[in-house]
């Protein structure tokens, strides 16, 4: 059986991938390799006979991923490479016949047999879809898997959206703590305003502007494990006076006393576009006159190609997440009577941002065993690669969007230019 399924493997990745390709290798359970020793940025390692049938034969994407998930197959190298090679796999089997003959040939091969591990399963939610209760349910399950886990591939200040890099060869650290500045800066934050930081993470932002703008920040989230974290380092840096994150949804906010400026880095994925009127309408309420809102948010690119079917990422990383076109983004704002001032795509800054959090998890890989399952490990790494890959090839792009509520006869109180914005700010006094 095993002679056999080798021929009919390699017959299988020839015609899915190609005779010869590029920069990929392919190692079968024998140590045999595909198509022949040479050097290569990744190597595809089958683990068992059976593999390219779990892989393939379900013909969906969760499948696939899923085989990844529980070690049908494991990739060596730079799991981004994959991504492009198997963007060309539809092209190759385009044809109903040409499916058929691939489904045959799957079926010769042996059904997985090992045992799969007790692992991170996909997420099953209750609930109206949007609801703060699902919502709830959601956050936590991306987000409260471990602290720990997350300061493995993180910045020093475990912010969890892109950096803004002076150039490709910068560090992480510097880069995050650049995009913080950055976000201070297009806010125009002085010391004494109020700032509400919308789905706050682990409080980097609600730090840095309370430590270097002087300003009272309050951030939220609906993640416990985050709030915890988020208090215990604000108190440690000494901000327990003017800084806090708390519990909660931002339809819950208290709108009686309106903040100078809100922000929303990372969270606005999770809104979902049926709710993009009522999450601006809820914004709009909660700043004052010549009040700003910078909304930072992933959006479905130019070259994004519709999915069939449950994705992975909605199954095992965001589950009920979506991502808007940035245009349905700025008409829902306009329509509620926000004023866009400022669009800026930083797409090339979350590229290099997803590929420094994958060499830093993949370099810590036997540490982050001590806080997760392999198959949490697998989901990460197959989730930020993939992402990576989708920035950098238009799929996805991201934005920060500077939204401005008009005051009296329509003064925006803004200045004529953005020169402010790239002037540095010392730190405001303790």
């Known amino acids: 059986m095993t002679d056999r399924s080798v021929g009919i493997t390699h017959l299988l990745l020839e015609r899915l991938f190609g005779p010869a390709p590029a920069h990929v290798n392919v190692r079968l359970w024998d140590g045999s390799v595909w198509p022949e020793h040479r050097p290569a940025k990744a190597t595809l390692v089958l683990r068992h006979p059976g593999a390219l049938r779990a892989m393939f034969l379900p013909g969906n994407e969760v499948a696939l991923a899923e085989a990844y998930l529980y070690d049908d197959f494991d990739v060596e190298g730079d799991l981004e490479v994959l991504f492009g090679v198997a963007e060309a796999i539809p092209a190759r089997v385009a044809s109903w016949s040409e499916r058929l003959m691939l489904a045959r040939h799957l079926l010769r091969l042996p059904p997985a047999t090992q045992r799969r591990p007790a692992a991170r399963g996909p997420a099953r939610l209750r609930g109206r879809q949007h609801s703060v209760e699902r919502d709830r349910q959601a956050i936590a399950y991306h987000y409260d898997v471990s602290n720990d886990f997350y300061q493995l591939f993180l910045d020093k200040r475990m912010v969890y959206s892109c950096a803004y890099f002076a150039s490709p060869e910068e560090d992480l650290d510097p880069a995050q703590e650049r995009k913080l500045d950055y976000i201070c800066r297009k806010l125009r934050l002085q010391p004494g305003q109020r700032l509400l930081d919308v789905g706050c993470g682990w409080g980097g932002l609600v730090i840095h502007a309370a430590q270097r703008y002087g300003v009272d920040a309050t951030g939220i989230t609906l993640s416990a494990a985050q709030v915890e974290l988020a208090n215990a380092r604000i108190r440690e840096n000494g901000l327990a006076d003017r800084a806090r994150v708390l519990l909660q949804d931002y339809r819950q906010v208290d709108a009686s006393r309106p903040y100078d400026a809100l922000v929303s880095v990372g969270m606005f994925e999770h ?48 589950p009920d997440g ?35 959090w994958v060499q830093r998890l993949e370099e810590r890989h036997a540490e982050a065993l001590r806080y997760v399952q392999e198959a949490t490990y697998r989901v990460w790494r197959l989730f930020m690669a993939g992402s990576a890959h989708g920035f950098a090839t ?37």
């Open 271 to 318: 809104v979902g576009r049926a709710l993009l009127p009522t999450y601006f309408s809820r914004a709009l309420s909660l700043v004052r006159p010549g009040g700003v809102l910078l909304n930072h948010g992933i959006a479905k690119g130019g070259r994004a190609v519709a999915s069939k079917g449950k994705s992975f990422s909605d199954a095992y990383v965001f």
């Open 322 to 356: 979506e991502l808007t076109p940035i245009h349905i983004t700025l008409e829902a704002a306009e329509s509620t009577g926000w004023e866009v001032r400022d669009v800026e795509s930083l797409r090339e800054h979350y590229v290099l941002t997803l590929r420094h």
């Open 394 to 430: 238009q799929r996805h792009n991201v934005y920060q969007t500077l939204l401005v509520k008009p005051g009296a006869g329509g003064k925006s109180g803004l200045p004529l230019t953005r020169a402010d914005w790239y002037k540095s700010r010392e730190a405001q006094p303790a």
